[in-house]
């Protein structure tokens, strides 16, 4: 148990699906994160949010759209996706300068 | 801006022999050094941190780091390793004092420890 829950663990979508990710943390953490993880690929962070407000975005495609309503939460909706888009997708928390925490991840496969 | 290199994607070893796994950082600015581990499908778990004191750090598991500031390093050392022990190993950085910023990961060292 990490204080970090992603849902679903797993995930098949078709290309033209529409399917979210949904991230929950219960430690207090006001950043959040998205990462996606492919194979034989460094980890490469998506989005950031601090406070809720999104204050990075590293050129990820329009097909992934993040929000955040709240501290707590954190979604990526997903629309029209290609099977290279098939990944393990990480969130993490932090609260300042401290180590981050991370959900056990989403494994997306994109068919 | 921070850059962390890992410089050996896939480290064998045989089980109760020891192994080092280096890891290398570039800041201008003092920083924050960290190990995760992450076995199969599962997210990354902290293995141990640095902050600040004592420049070797030790995780409950038998994992030691130690930070060389002089030579810009954090490598990860275990006298004998387990089966269990085999998994993907981030060394990752974070600016000191910076607030909200996310850490830079090095792409990752694969540790397959042979019976």
């Known amino acids: 148990e990490t204080g970090v829950t992603q849902t679903p663990r797993h995930l098949v979508m078709g290309m033209t699906n529409k399917k979210s990710l949904k991230c929950e943390q219960h430690l207090g953490h006001n950043a959040m994160y998205w990462y996606k993880q492919s194979a034989k690929k460094p980890l490469e962070l998506m989005f950031v949010y601090n406070f809720k407000e999104q204050t990075e975005n590293n050129s990820v495609p329009s097909r992934f759209s993040p929000e955040c309503p709240n501290s707590s939460h954190l979604f990526l909706h997903l629309h029209t996706l290609q099977p290279e888009d098939s990944a393990l997708y990480l969130c993490a928390s932090t609260q300042g300068h401290t180590e981050a925490f991370f959900g056990q991840g989403t494994r997306l496969t994109v068919v | 801006a921070q850059s962390v290199t890992q410089l050996d994607s896939q480290v064998p070893v045989f089980e109760e022999a020891p192994v080092e796994l280096r890891c290398n950082y570039s800041s201008s600015v003092s920083v924050y050094l960290f190990w995760y581990v992450q076995y199969p499908n599962q997210g990354l778990q902290l293995l141990l941190k640095?902050?600040?004191?004592?420049?070797l750090v030790e995780s409950i598991n038998g994992f030691e780091a130690e930070f060389n500031k002089s030579q810009t390093s954090f490598h990860l050392r275990k006298p004998s390793v387990h089966i269990s022990d085999t998994a993907e190993y981030f060394c990752a950085v974070s600016p000191w004092n910076s607030g909200n910023t996310p850490l830079v990961f090095g792409k990752g060292t694969r540790l397959s420890v042979i019976a």
């Open positions: 640095y902050l600040s004191g004592s420049t």
